[in-house]
């Protein structure tokens, strides 16, 4: 298992890996919450297979391009809350992807598709 390359926490992308400090893959991470204001690292909400959950930024270890790593073990990571506050929402950018008059119009138009990013 490699460590990876550290990268900062305004490059993970949605899907990165999440483990516990023994190296157990337990989630992925759905996005990354940051107050933009005082350019502070909040948390990570991260998908497992029980729905959404909250790290908080005290507990993640380490963050690369391989995996971010929690200074949890695994009972910990599974009793994780899940996020509070209001809902995250993304853009589906392979949205009128085909060959209909409805997707040319979207297309022509640049229509956005947003799509909740929560349960």
Do not use: K, N
């Not at 940051?34 to 029980?50: H, K, N, R, S, Y």
């Not at 994780?80 to 009128?96: C, I, N, Q, R, T």
């Amino acid at each position: 298992m490699s460590d990876g390359t550290p990268i900062a926490y305004g490059a993970v992308p949605r899907g990165l890996a999440v483990r516990t400090r023994a190296g157990r893959r337990f989630a992925t991470v759905e996005h990354v919450l940051q107050i933009p204001a005082e350019d502070l690292f909040d948390g990570l909400v991260v998908a497992t297979p029980e729905g959404l959950r909250f790290v908080d930024r005290d507990q993640i270890a380490t963050i690369t391009d391989v995996a971010v790593t929690c200074d949890l073990d695994d009972a910990e990571a599974g009793a994780l809350p899940a996020p509070d506050g209001p809902p995250v929402y993304g853009v589906d950018a392979f949205a009128d992807q085909g060959a209909s008059l409805h997707d040319r119009l979207g297309r022509l138009f640049h229509r956005p598709h947003w799509q909740q990013r929560d349960e």
